[in-house]
C-alpha cells in the first residue's frame, strides 16, 4: 500500500484546508486511514480515523471531518474554523485489522504516507 498526502499549505485563523490521502494498492474500503499530526518539538498525536465510521480527537470534534470516496481511493480531512495550533505537519496511516482501541495508536498502522504541512497563521 503506498499513500499520497496532499493538500497542506498556508491559512489564516478560522479558514479552512482540505486534505487528501490517495491510496493505491488495495482499496481504501478495505483498510483503515487515519490522519495523525505531529507539530515542531511535540510528539505526533492522533486527529481522525475512518474505520466502520469516524472516530476524532476530542481537540478536533466539530471542526474537522473524515470521508472516504471509495471510487477516488482516497481519503478526506475537511479542515474548517482552522487555529494556530493546529499547525503541524500532517500524516495519513492506513491499517489492516486495526481494531476500534488502538484506532489513536500511530504503531497500529502499517503504512504511512508523507506528510503535508499544515500552517495556520493568527
Known amino acids: 500500500v503506498q499513500l499520497q498526502a496532499s493538500g497542506g499549505g498556508l491559512v489564516q485563523a478560522g479558514g479552512s484546508l482540505r486534505l487528501s490521502c490517495a491510496a493505491s494498492?488495495?482499496?481504501?474500503?478495505?483498510?483503515?486511514i487515519a490522519w495523525f499530526r505531529q507539530a515542531q518539538g511535540q510528539e505526533r498525536e492522533f486527529v481522525a480515523a475512518?474505520?466502520?465510521?469516524?472516530s476524532y480527537a476530542d481537540s478536533v470534534k466539530g471542526r474537522f471531518t473524515i470521508s472516504r470516496d471509495s471510487a477516488e481511493n482516497t481519503v478526506y480531512l475537511q479542515m474548517n474554523s482552522l487555529k494556530p495550533e493546529d499547525t503541524a505537519v500532517y500524516y495519513c496511516a492506513a491499517g489492516t485489522g486495526v481494531i476500534l482501541s488502538s484506532i489513536g495508536n500511530g504503531a497500529a498502522y502499517n503504512y504511512w504516507g508523507q506528510g503535508t504541512l499544515v500552517t495556520v497563521s493568527s
Open positions: 475512518f474505520k466502520s465510521y469516524p
Open positions: 494498492g488495495r482499496p481504501v474500503s478495505r483498510l483503515v
